[in-house]
């Protein structure tokens, strides 16, 4: 066989193998990189649940701190309850029947000193033959000498009503504390940062926010300073009088009774009152009308106008009249 008819055929055998080569290293690379892919896409697909466990581990977390933090909270709150105490307002109003009201008035001044107490107020009311009546005196003295202040003013005269109150504020107190102390810690941290501070807008914003917590806790303070007075110190009202007192109204069916006839009769008496005084200018107005309306019915009967008209006999007619 000629060399030159097999030299072309031995060139495509070549170009054959090379080609189906070619193909079998690309069908494996293919392979490869589809295997490649769905490996990735299942990394993918398992990140987004590890993110998502991990953002619900973060949620789990945050609740559980947030209950530890009330749990604190509690525990902190009851503490400061522990610490403080319980804290009660406590007041007393008396009524005294008594001999001479300046003398009454002069012990009681004198039970407020030795008590270590004031006097807050002082009203007399005199009577109309200058002699005084009644008066109401307001003392305060130290919470925890209350009872024995009681007791000696109770000693001044006759007893008539006795009423004493008290209000546990110790939750307002804790808390009113616990918000000053909080908002003196603010006010701190916002000096310290306008001391730091280094251009005009944090100086103005700085200023602002410190002018309203200041004023804050300023209030919070003087709210603190009104409950540890009223802890403290315990008002007593005195009323003293050299007449009885009214006794203190009931309740109940015959109470709203007895004021509805006793407002019945208060009523009937005023309408009773207003008549009696009426009736004499009645009297004076019907004697002088009396003769003038009997002048005037004589004076329109005494008129022609005012006769009888005349009674024609009931007939029958005569011919030619009507018409």
Known sequence: MNPQVLRPQRLWRRRLASAALVGLLGLGAL????????????????APASGEM???????QAS????????????????????VGQKL??????QLKVETLTAAADRIRTIASTQQGAVLSEELYSGTDSRGTSSTITISVPSTSLDATIALIEKVGDVQFRNSSSEDVTGTYVDTEARVKSMTASVARIRDLLARATTVNDLVSLENELSQRQAELDGLTAQLANLKDSVTMSPISISLSTDDFEPVAAGGFLAGLKSGWSAFTSSAAVLVTVIGAVLPFAVAFGLVLAPVIWWLRRRRSARPGFLAPVAHPA??????SAG
């Open 31 to 46: 392979g490869a990189c589809s295997g490649g892919g769905v490996e990735s896409s299942s990394d993918s697909g398992g």
């Open 54 to 60: 991990a953002r619900q581990d973060q949620g789990a």
């Open 64 to 83: 559980d701190g947030d209950t530890a933090a009330g749990a604190a909270k509690d525990g902190t709150t009851a503490q400061a309850r522990a610490v």
């Open 89 to 94: 307002v406590r007041r007393a109003n008396l």
């Open 315 to 320: 007939g029958p007619m005569p011919p030619g």
